[in-house]
């Protein structure tokens, strides 16, 4: 069974990724209605939850590197799995901003 103190981690962990993704679908929503300034503040909010996640995960790495397994349950899995999408989706989101920039200069 998972220890209190790697479910809060792993926790963090989904909770930041999560907060990530929600804040760059809101900036590529911005973006759509033209808020370029509200949309790289969400990129920006984005960037930071997605700091957040990572040292979550570093913490894990810590432990691990340390000799302190974690425990690989689903949950540890679907934790890794809402950090990747976090990130590609905060890439993507940038992207999509930016092509939105261009098309309202033109």
Do not use: C, P, R
């Not at 040292?55 to 340390?66: C, R």
């Not at 990130?87 to 200069?105: C, G, H, Q, R, S």
């Amino acid at each position: 069974m998972m220890n209190e103190e790697s479910l809060q981690v792993i926790m963090g962990l989904i909770m930041h990724s999560g907060d990530a993704k929600s804040h760059a679908m809101e900036a590529i929503q911005s973006a759509k209605a033209s808020d370029f300034s509200m949309a790289d503040e969400k990129l920006e909010a984005a960037k930071e939850s997605l700091v957040k996640a990572h040292q979550s995960q570093t913490e894990m790495l810590t432990k691990e590197a340390q000799g302190e397994s974690t425990e690989i349950t689903l949950l540890t899995v679907h934790s890794q799995d809402h950090l990747m999408t976090g990130i590609a989706f905060t890439d993507l989101a940038k992207e999509i901003v930016d092509l939105y920039k261009v098309i309202d200069k033109k």
